[in-house]
């Protein structure tokens, strides 16, 4: 199931980063912008090497491709 990015209605689907915080990523896989698997609720990075493996089923983070991204973004 997916959910609606707040900002530009775009569907997305969470996931744990490796260090276990929330991502959202497009709710659709990527061979353009795609560098994540997602398993399980887990989002596993994909090394440039290794991409072309996984052809097909690589997510983008939806900070990439949402217009919106800036209005989202943490003060660190």
Do not use: N
């Amino acid at each position: 199931m997916s959910d609606l990015c707040r900002t530009c209605k775009a569907p997305i689907v969470w996931a744990r980063s490796p260090k276990g915080a929330a991502m959202p990523f497009d709710a659709a896989p990527s061979d353009e912008h795609g560098q994540w698997l997602l398993r399980e609720g887990r989002a596993l990075y994909v090394a440039p090497p290794r991409r072309a493996e996984h052809a097909g089923e690589l997510f983008a983070t939806h900070f990439v491709t949402c217009p919106d991204a800036d209005t989202h973004r943490q003060a660190s």
